[in-house]
Nanobody
């Protein structure tokens, strides 16, 4: 298990950008795959992006491709989500999560950070 704390959410106009950060505790951060998920109002949580333990591979939901970029800095125990060209439909609570191994379950979750995109 690892403790995760998201930050960087806020209110932005459509077309704007935000960078979310997720800081992890512990010395084993570099061994975890990391991901970002979001839960829009009244909807279920959905996958946004993921990155392998060494940053060598990244994965995106279709809705995020070309606009969002996931990255990590293992020296800082932090994973990022750069979000550009934001749309009102990107409004959601964004969560980061950690898993062990590419096919492992997401076993640790942050508390979430609110992103609101106004039209």
């Amino acid at each position: 298990q690892v403790q995760l704390v998201e930050s960087g959410g806020g209110l932005v106009q459509a077309g704007g950008s935000l960078r979310l950060s997720c800081a992890a505790s512990g010395r084993t951060f570099s061994s975890y795959g990391m991901g970002w998920f979001r839960q829009p109002p009244g909807k279920e949580r959905e996958f946004v992006a993921a990155i392998t333990w060494n940053g060598g591979s990244t994965y995106y939901a279709d809705s995020a491709k070309g606009r969002f970029t996931i990255s990590r800095d293992n020296a800082k125990n932090t994973v990022y989500l750069q979000m550009n060209s934001l749309k009102p439909e990107d409004t959601a609570v964004y969560y980061c999560a950690a898993r062990t191994g590419l096919g492992g379950s997401w076993h640790s979750w942050g508390q979430g950070t609110q992103v609101t995109v106004s039209s």
